[in-house]
């Protein structure tokens, strides 16, 4: 089992940046895979970023590549987002998923854990 708790959310001007963290308690951290996504309002939550287990891989969607960095300290069971030059298409609900084992696949349903999320406002 594993909880997931994420925080560094808010209120950002377009091109701004801001640090998302996940924290994650529980067994085994070091054999998940984690990833984040996102839900904005009126659509399917979406695949941003994954970074794997073994090998810590980096995948990311296209829309988000060379703006965003995901980032793992397994020595505090930690998850980043550090999301830089964001625009107003980035606004939405931003969600931390563990995936034991996982190859950092960017499907919702591969995912056995999630957080509660943590809000994104990017504003003109």
């Known amino acids: 089992q594993v909880q997931l708790v994420e925080s560094g959310g808010g209120l950002v001007q377009a091109g701004g940046a801001l640090r998302l963290s996940c924290a994650a308690s529980?067994?085994?951290?070091?054999?998940?895979?984690m990833a984040w996504f996102r839900q904005a309002p009126g659509k399917e939550r979406e695949f941003v970023a994954a970074i794997t287990w073994r090998e810590s891989r980096e995948y990311y969607t296209d829309s988000v590549k060379g703006r965003f960095t995901i980032s793992r300290d397994s020595a505090k069971n930690m998850v980043y987002l550090q999301m830089n030059s964001l625009t107003l298409g980035d606004t939405a609900v931003y969600y931390c998923?563990?995936?034991?084992w996982g190859l950092g696949n960017d499907r919702v349903s591969e995912y056995e854990y999630w957080g509660q999320g943590t809000q994104v406002t990017v504003s003109s």
């Open positions: 998923a563990a995936d034991r």
């Open positions: 529980g067994r085994d951290f070091n054999l998940y895979s």
